[in-house]
């Protein structure tokens, strides 16, 4: 990779997005590519821009844990740490 941001994705040794609104896939993908360890904390769902988006049911993704259930569908067998908060929700 020859462009900064290339070189930067391919010199680190994680990938982490907090809070990373629509770029929660690509950075799991860009990982997933780069065989790199990752961490993401998506919060919003987003719905109506990833209408695609589903549940490992192959329902629609309308809120947070449908969200982590479909995240974990993506990666399989990749660990998932599961927040006090996500427990509440």
């Known amino acids: 990779m020859e462009d900064p941001v290339g ?17 929660t896939e690509p950075i799991i993908d860009a990982a997933l ?9 998506p919060c919003c769902v987003f719905p109506d821009l990833f209408p695609d988006r589903q549940t490992p049911e192959g329902t629609p993704v309308r809120n947070y844990m449908e969200l982590m259930a479909g995240q974990s569908r993506l990666t399989p067998g990749c660990p998932r740490l599961v927040s006090a908060i996500e427990a509440e929700i």
């Not at 990938?15 to 609104?21: A, F, I, R, Y």
């Open 7 to 23: 070189r930067s994705l391919a010199d680190c040794d994680v990938l982490v997005g907090m809070h990373p609104d629509q770029a």
């Open 33 to 41: 590519a780069l065989g790199k360890s990752f961490a993401v904390v």
